[in-house]
C-alpha cells in the first residue's frame, strides 16, 4: 500500500498540472466553430478529472488515523534511529511490483497531458494527416456540429398532438420556440390539449432533446446546477398558484365525468373497460357476464385491474390524482423547456436562417454547398489584431429585412427576393396546409413525396391532371369529372367510329359488331 503523504502530494501536483493544462487549452487561438467546441469539451474533461482529484484529496485528508499512524511509522524514537528495517521493507514492495510488471512505463502521467494538449496537424504540413473527431459524432448532420438544432422530429409531433387549432410549418414552429422569452412555452395551446398523455410524451422529447443538446455545445456550462435551480423555482411557483393556464382542478373536472365514469368503469370479472355507466350496467345481466362471475367464483385470486383500481366508486378520485400528478408533470417539463429555449435563442435564430436560406437554394447549389461541407477546413493562420476585428465586423451582417441567406452566407438582394416570390406564401391543402415560400417551391412541391402521400391519402393519381390544385373538395371534384369524360369517349368512340363491309357498306363499331357476331357480315 502507498503511503498516505505521498499519495497526497502525488494529488496535489496532478491537480497543478491539470490547472496549466487547463489555462493552456483556454488560452489558444479558436478561430472556427469546430476548434472552439473541441476545445471545450477537453476543457471539461480536465474540469472533471479535477474535481474527481479534489474528492478524492478531501477524503484523504479526513482520515487522520491513517496520517497519524503514517507520521508514527516514519518518525523513529532516538533508541531506535538507526533501525531501517522499514525503509528496507518498502524498497523490498517497490522492486516486487516492477519485477511483476517490467514493461510498466514511468511518467504515465505526462503521456496522458500530452494527449489533451495535443493540437493534431494544427500547421497543415502533413496533408495525409487524417485525424479521428470522436466530437463529430455527437451531433447530427443536420445540427452541423452544433450550429443549428435539428428539430423535424419534434415538428412532427407537434403537428400530431389532438384537437390543436392548426398545424404548423417549420418555420412557424420555431417563431413559437423563438417567442419562449416572453412566457411560458405553448401557451398557444388550450388547456384540454396540454392535458393529454400525447402532449406529455411530446415535451419530455423536446425537453430531453434540448439538455442534450445544451450540454453537447455548452460542455463548461453547469446546465444540471441551472436545471436544479429551475426545478425548485416551478415548484414554488405551482404551490403559490402563479400558472394561471394549468389550473389542475378545472382540468381534473373537465376530464372526468360526473357520472362516475371517468375514463372507464373497469368489469374485473370480463377484464373490459366501459366507457359509460349505462353500457356498463347493461352488460351486467349478459350471458358472458354470467360466465365470467362463475369462472371468477371459482379461482382462488380474481383478475386484477391493471389500471390498479377495483373499486367502482373510487375510479373518479383515482382518474382526478393521475390527471393531476400527468398535468403537473407536463407543466413541469413545459417550465424547464422554457428556460433552456431562453438559453438557445441565438442558435434557433440561425437554425431559421439556415432554413430559410436552404429554401432559396436550387438542387446543383445544395450539392455543391454539400461538397464543400465534405472538405476539410483550411489550416488556421496567425493574423494580426486588426485583421481580427475587420473579419469580425464582416461577420455582423446588417439584415434588416429578415431576407433569405445565399449560398455566400449573406442576404441574397431584395429584387432577386421579390422576383422569386419569396415573400407570397402558398398554402397546400393536400400537404396538410404546409406553407411554401416563393412560386418556385410551390410548383416544385407537387412533385415531391409530401404532396404524393397527400394524394394517396385521397384515393387519386398524382398526374399532371392536378397540377396546381391545392384544394381536396376541387381535387376531388376534378377526379368525378376526369371519370365522366373518360366514360364519354368510350361511348363516342363506340357510336362515332365507323367501319366498312365487303359490299362497301358504312356501318358505326356497335352495329357493325353486333352483325359480326349474328354472321350477317
Not at 229 to 245: C, I, L, N, T
Not at 343 to 356: A, D, G, M, Q, R
Not at 481 to 486: A, V
Not at 488 to 494: A, G, L, P, R
Amino acid at each position: 500500500m502507498d503511503s498516505i503523504i505521498e499519495t497526497q502530494r502525488q494529488t496535489h501536483e496532478e491537480i497543478e498540472r491539470y490547472e496549466t493544462a487547463l489555462y493552456s487549452l483556454l488560452s489558444r487561438n479558436q478561430p472556427t466553430h469546430e476548434i472552439r467546441i473541441q476545445t471545450e469539451h477537453k476543457a471539461a474533461q480536465v474540469l472533471d478529472r479535477i474535481s474527481s482529484r479534489v474528492t478524492a484529496l478531501h477524503n484523504s485528508y479526513l482520515d487522520e488515523d491513517a496520517r497519524k499512524f503514517e507520521i508514527g511509522t516514519l518518525s523513529a524514537p532516538a533508541a531506535a534511529q538507526n533501525d531501517l528495517s522499514e525503509f528496507y521493507a518498502r524498497l523490498v514492495k517497490v522492486q516486487d511490483h516492477y519485477n511483476k510488471y517490467p514493461d510498466a512505463v514511468a511518467g504515465g502521467f505526462d503521456m496522458e497531458l500530452a494527449a489533451i494538449l495535443e493540437e493534431g496537424n494544427q500547421d497543415g504540413l502533413d496533408d495525409d494527416y487524417e485525424e479521428d473527431d470522436p466530437i463529430s459524432l455527437l451531433f447530427s448532420g443536420e445540427e452541423a456540429y452544433g450550429k443549428y438544432l435539428d428539430l423535424y422530429t419534434n415538428h412532427t409531433a407537434y403537428n400530431n398532438l389532438k384537437n390543436i387549432s392548426k398545424r404548423l410549418p417549420y418555420l412557424q414552429y420555431l417563431d413559437i420556440l423563438l417567442a419562449a422569452p416572453n412566457g411560458l412555452l405553448h401557451s398557444e395551446l388550450s388547456r384540454e390539449v396540454r392535458a393529454t398523455k400525447d402532449y406529455e410524451v411530446y415535451i419530455q422529447h423536446l425537453h430531453d432533446y434540448l439538455l442534450s443538446f445544451v450540454k453537447r455545445t455548452q460542455p463548461l456550462v453547469d446546465i444540471q446546477t441551472k436545471h436544479q435551480e429551475a426545478e425548485v423555482e416551478f415548484y414554488q411557483k405551482w404551490d403559490d398558484g402563479e400558472f394561471v393556464d394549468w389550473n389542475e382542478n378545472k382540468t381534473a373536472k373537465q376530464s372526468v365525468n360526473t357520472d362516475g365514469a371517468g375514463e372507464g368503469i373497469w368489469c374485473s370479472a370480463c377484464q373490459k373497460s366501459y366507457s359509460k355507466k349505462t353500457v356498463y350496467d347493461a352488460h351486467l345481466t349478459s350471458k358472458k357476464h354470467m360466465k365470467a362471475i362463475a369462472k371468477q367464483a371459482v379461482s382462488e385470486t380474481p383478475p386484477q385491474n391493471p389500471n390498479g383500481t377495483q373499486n367502482i366508486t373510487a375510479q373518479p378520485a383515482n382518474n382526478v390524482q393521475f390527471l393531476k400528478s400527468r398535468l403537473r408533470s407536463s407543466a413541469l417539463l413545459t417550465y424547464l423547456s422554457t428556460s433552456l429555449l431562453v438559453v438557445l435563442v441565438p442558435t434557433i435564430s440561425e437554425t431559421k436562417s439556415n432554413v430559410e436560406r436552404r429554401f432559396s437554394l436550387t438542387a446543383r447549389e445544395r450539392e455543391q454547398e454539400l461538397l464543400e461541407q465534405s472538405k476539410p477546413p483550411p489550416a488556421p493562420t496567425n493574423a494580426s489584431g486588426d485583421a481580427a476585428a475587420e473579419e469580425e465586423e464582416e461577420e455582423r451582417i446588417y439584415n434588416p429585412l429578415k431576407l433569405p441567406l445565399g449560398w455566400d452566407g449573406k442576404p441574397i438582394p431584395y429584387w432577386l427576393y421579390k422576383l422569386h416570390g419569396l415573400g407570397v406564401e402558398y398554402r397546400c391543402e393536400i400537404c396538410s396546409d404546409h406553407v411554401y415560400m416563393g412560386r418556385k417551391n410551390f410548383d416544385r412541391h407537387f412533385q415531391e413525396s409530401r404532396h404524393a402521400f397527400g394524394m394517396r391519402a385521397l384515393g387519386l393519381p398524382n398526374t399532371k391532371h392536378f397540377h396546381e390544385i391545392t384544394r381536396i373538395e376541387d381535387a376531388l371534384s376534378l377526379a368525378e369529372k376526369l371519370k365522366q369524360e373518360g366514360r364519354h369517349e368510350i361511348f363516342e368512340q363506340e357510336t362515332m367510329e365507323e367501319l366498312e363491309d365487303d359490299e362497301g357498306n358504312v356501318y358505326n363499331r356497335k352495329t357493325y359488331e353486333d352483325l359480326k357476331k349474328q354472321g350477317l357480315i
